[in-house]
């Protein structure tokens, strides 16, 4: 598992995660009037978009990916994201979650590409 780093307290903001010799595009989004994150990620062919960044869940698991993000709510609160500067004051953590930890949700089951 892997945080995602320098989130900041930017509205609209794009990160690039290198991942198995390739790379994930992750946009990620506020949107003040819902007061909620959401994220675009793209590898290879494959995209997702829109998706609302929710504390404790898979993501992309429907999306037969070999990673996905997982949030993590730092204040025990369980809170989702809802803040503009949730991530960037600590509150909330993004992570990335890699093969070897998609092997054990997916109960050994490996995902072909």
């Known amino acids: 598992m892997r945080r ?10 794009r990160h690039t995660i290198v991942f198995e010799q390739s790379e994930i595009s992750l946009t990620l989004r506020f949107y003040p009037r819902v007061q909620i994150w959401a994220f675009d990620a793209e590898y290879r062919d494959r995209a997702i978009y829109g998706a609302k960044l929710s504390v404790g869940v898979l993501h992309m698991e ?9 949030v993590t709510d730092e204040s025990g609160n ?36």
Do not use: H, W
């Open 4 to 13: 995602v780093g320098n989130i900041s307290g930017e509205a609209i903001q």
């Open 62 to 70: 429907s999306r037969n990916l070999p990673f996905d993000f997982i």
């Open 78 to 113: 369980g809170l989702d994201p809802f803040r503009l500067d949730d991530f960037e004051q600590g509150r909330c953590r993004l992570y990335l979650l890699e093969p070897e930890d998609m092997l054990r949700v997916r109960n050994n089951a490996e995902v072909p590409l």
